[in-house]
């Protein structure tokens, strides 16, 4: 059983591109959650989806940023314009959100660095 | 902001037993107390977590206080590969987001 696959592990981007994350859960997990951990920081959530849903966009920066998590395929980060204050690890987990071990599991991140 | 209080670094001689205490003073009854931990430049790793009991599982120990005001994770034989950021984190649902703390960085001494 495939753990939490994230890619691209790491992005370069210039100011003012736009960076695409992709998190692909575990096999039977509906539930992906979005962290970012800056340097030298602790990690800071972002975004709760289920599949087709947000359901906590709390810790979602305003503007710039967005994300989904559609019926078919990965869950997607997207950050358009990017600065170099985005520079970060972000890191996708997921879950069943139910039962006993509704644990999230940590995907290894995409380090994201803009020049 | 995290609910709560942990050292900022340890040092445990490898071989060792680590015992790593947490303070969460302000804990509610429905809260379950949760440890992770992230070793360097990966994603976070869940280790244990408890509602009130005493917990192992084939990582760690964890001991809960009884009145649930703190806890101690336990790692009963450390070994370098240990070494890590340790997050204790409390919150109500498995499913709800996770607020991470500045946790314990761990060092195992050779």
């Known amino acids: 059983n495939a753990g939490v696959m994230q890619n691209p592990r790491h992005l370069v981007r210039r100011r003012g591109q736009e960076a695409r994350l992709r998190c692909s859960p575990m096999?039977?997990?509906?539930?992906v959650y979005w962290y970012r951990q800056l340097p030298e920081e602790g990690l800071k959530f972002m975004v709760y989806?289920?599949?087709?849903?947000?359901?906590?966009e709390s810790g979602m920066p305003k503007e710039r940023f967005s994300a989904e998590f559609p019926k078919e395929g990965p869950s997607i980060l997207r950050i358009q314009q990017v600065v170099r204050g985005d520079s970060a690890a972000y890191f996708c987990?997921?879950?069943?959100?139910?039962?006993?071990?509704?644990?999230?599991?940590f995907g290894p991140g995409t380090r994201l660095t803009v020049l | 902001d995290a609910k709560t209080t942990q050292p900022p670094s340890m040092d445990c001689a490898e071989g060792r037993a680590a015992n790593l205490p947490c303070n969460h003073s302000?804990?509610?009854?429905?809260?379950?107390v949760y440890w992770y931990r992230q070793i360097h430049s990966q994603g976070p790793q869940y280790i244990i977590h408890?509602?009130?009991n005493n917990e192992t599982n084939e990582m760690a120990s964890l001991i809960i206080t009884e009145d649930r005001k703190s806890s101690t994770l336990i790692l009963p034989h450390a070994t370098l590969r240990d070494t890590a950021v340790y997050y204790c984190?409390?919150?109500?649902?498995?499913?709800?987001?996770?607020?991470f703390g500045k946790g314990t960085r761990l060092h195992i001494l050779p």
């Open positions: 989806l289920q599949k087709e849903n947000i359901i906590d």
């Open positions: 984190i409390v919150r109500v649902r498995r499913d709800d987001k996770i607020i």
């Open positions: 408890g509602l009130k």
């Open positions: 987990a997921s879950s069943t959100g139910t039962g006993l071990n509704g644990e999230q599991f």
């Open positions: 096999k039977g997990h509906s539930h």
């Open positions: 302000t804990i509610s009854g429905n809260e379950y």
